[in-house]
Each structure stands twice: as structure tokens, then as C-alpha cells.
């Protein structure tokens, strides 16, 4: 996966210890618009959906 170009002037770097390594997330210094705010929230639901799917397909196969 390539990243993405960033102007990091118009973002906060958060580092945070990761189980496998560093992870940096970029926070916007201006408030998100309604709609990036949905999009966000319809991802992490959508991950949610995903990992629920995940472990019950696997608790099946058991």
C-alpha cells in the first residue's frame, strides 16, 4: 500500500507503541467537515462488522 501525500504542516503526529512496531496517526489541526466525520465513523463500523464476521466463521470451524 502506497501512503498517501501529506502536507505535514496541516497535521498533529501521534505516535502510539503498536504490537508489531510504531504507529503514527495524523491528526488534522482543522476541524473535520460532517461528511468526514460519517466516513470515519462508517469505517470503523464497517471493521467492527468485519472482525465480529472473523471470529464467528472461525468459532465454527471449531
Do not use: F, S, W
Not at 3 to 9: A, L
Not at 17 to 33: N, V
Amino acid at each position: 500500500m502506497t501512503k498517501p501525500e501529506i502536507n505535514e504542516d496541516d497535521y498533529r503526529v501521534v505516535e502510539i507503541e503498536g504490537k508489531h512496531g510504531e504507529i503514527h496517526l495524523h491528526i488534522p489541526k482543522r476541524e473535520a467537515t460532517q461528511e468526514e466525520k460519517d466516513d470515519l465513523y462508517r469505517t470503523v463500523a464497517e471493521v467492527i462488522v468485519n472482525i465480529y464476521k472473523d471470529e464467528k466463521k472461525n468459532n465454527n470451524k471449531e
